[in-house]
Each structure stands twice: as structure tokens, then as C-alpha cells.
Nanobody, 125 residues
């Protein structure tokens, strides 16, 4: 069982930056692929970014490519999402997720086994 706890969300203005963090409880954290997803009111949960267990492979949604960076610190059991040039369209609850299957690095919510509770990001115009 893996517990994931997100932090770092908040209310910011358009153009600002944020760094989200997700701390994991599992000692096997370093063997999991990890992902960030978001869900805006009335919309389905969508992929934002993912990173392989080694950190060597990353994927980004087209909507955030060039503005976001996913990274991980396996010594701290933490994954990060740095977001720059935020727009109101980035407003959502952001979730981190872990994939314990060590298959391909996923971009779909169905590929992830464990989820955090989410952290709200609100971007005002």
C-alpha cells in the first residue's frame, strides 16, 4: 500500500509559478512510475505529466509542454511538478499517482494504482 500526499497548491495570479510536491509513504517508491493528473470542475481527470522510476523518461501533455517540469527525488520519496506561466485554464485539483507495475510510463489514469487526495490550484486572471 502506498500513501501519497500532495502539497503546494494555492491561489495564484496568471503568469505566476508553482511547485507541487507529492510525498509517498512506501519504501519501494523508487521503483514506481509516477504521474500528475488534474481535474477541473465538470471535466474528466486529465494527464499532466509522468516520470519513470529512474527519472530518465518523462512525458507531458501538450497543454503544459514547455511550461511544466516533473522531477523526483527518490531519497526523499517525493515527486514534484513545477508549473510556470500559469493561466486560468490550469485551475484544477492536481493529483499525483503511482504505478507499481513497472510497465510502460503511463499517461492514462487507468494505468495507475495509487492516488493522493489532491491539491487545489486556482489561477486568477
Amino acid at each position: 500500500q502506498v500513501q501519497l500526499v500532495e502539497s503546494g497548491g494555492g491561489l495564484v495570479q496568471a503568469g505566476d509559478s508553482l511547485r507541487l510536491s507529492c510525498a509517498a509513504s512506501s519504501r519501494t517508491f523508487s521503483s514506481y512510475h509516477l504521474g500528475w493528473f488534474r481535474q477541473a470542475p465538470g471535466k474528466e481527470r486529465e494527464f499532466v505529466a509522468s516520470i519513470s522510476w529512474t527519472g530518465g523518461i518523462t512525458y507531458y501533455a501538450n497543454s503544459v509542454k514547455g511550461r511544466c517540469t516533473i522531477s523526483r527525488d527518490n531519497a526523499k520519496n517525493t515527486v514534484y511538478l513545477r508549473m510556470n506561466s500559469l493561466t486560468p485554464e490550469d485551475t484544477a485539483v492536481y493529483y499525483c499517482a503511482a504505478d507499481s507495475t513497472i510497465a510502460t510510463v503511463g499517461v492514462s489514469p487507468s494505468e495507475y494504482d495509487y492516488w493522493g487526495q489532491g491539491t487545489q490550484v486556482t489561477v486568477s486572471s
